[in-house]
């Protein structure tokens, strides 16, 4: 059981319970029960893209366009902004439309097709580090190239190229909102034969240079963090956050 307010991985301290509610409410009417709020398990199979809760429900984002199936491989939304559905005509009836993604309109998401797109997908997950190259992955997953690459689109919307990408980009994201890594060691660590490719790719994909994703994801935290050390001065006596070399560089 996770602690109260805290997400599987620990980022998200602030999630305020009651975006929570417990398993066997919300169960008893149709309609105006039609959009719930996500329970736990919901918002932990979201998180892990669980194939298991596909067809137990679907979410969308609030302001968004579109609705997903829990395991949709797209950027994980903001926990308090899902809104849950009990069935694929309840998020069209509420103004969604199916994402091109995950296409949580296709029944059972079957076949022989889609299987084959599930299985490059998994395929691109384990070998996300490595060079992309469609001829081995097409080797591995025992089919043509040409076929694997339009049943792919046909069925995420998106070329294996593109995934292996956004997969790489997805983790550098993550490094440069939580570590202090250079820009030069994300690079390398995502896959990326050089910086500079590593830099270029990202700007196509998340529309900035990584340094300033890297600034502007930190901008939130320092507000925060600015408020409350601006709360603590106002109540803090003159002069004390003179250090001995402010001291120094003033004296001399
Ligand atoms: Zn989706």
Redesign the pocket.
């Known amino acids: 059981m996770l602690p109260n307010g805290l997400c599987a991985k620990g980022r998200c301290p602030s999630i305020d319970p009651v975006f929570f509610q417990s398993n066997n409410a919300g169960h008893k009417t149709e309609g105006a029960k039609r959009i719930r709020m996500m329970t736990r398990e919901q918002w932990e199979a979201i998180e892990g893209k669980d194939r298991r809760a596909d067809g137990h429900f679907w979410y969308a984002v609030r302001g968004g366009k ?4 829990p395991s ?3 950027k994980l939304p903001r926990v308090d902004r899902v809104l849950v559905f009990f069935s694929c005509e309840a998020a069209l009836q509420a103004g969604f439309l199916p ?6 309109d296709r029944a059972g998401w079957k076949g022989a097709k889609a299987d084959l797109a599930e299985r490059a997908m998994d395929y691109l997950e384990n070998h996300m580090h490595e060079k992309f190259s469609l001829q081995a992955m097409a080797e591995a997953l025992h089919t043509e190239g040409s076929y694997l690459l339009r049943t792919f689109h046909d069925a995420t919307g998106h070329t294996p190229l593109w995934f292996h990408r956004e997969m790489r980009i997805r983790e550098a994201c993550d490094l440069l909102e939580n570590t202090d890594e250079p820009v030069a060691g994300i690079a390398s660590a995502t896959g990326f034969s050089t910086p500079a490719l590593f830099s270029r790719v990202f700007a196509q994909m998340r529309g900035m240079p990584p340094s300033e994703y890297r600034r502007k994801s930190r901008d939130a935290a320092d507000l925060i963090s600015q408020e409350n050390s601006s709360e603590m001065m106002a109540n803090a006596a003159p002069g004390v956050f003179w250090t001995s070399s402010d001291n120094e560089e003033i004296g001399t």
């Open positions: 579109t609705f997903c199936k949709c491989p797209k994402c091109r993604l995950c296409r949580p």
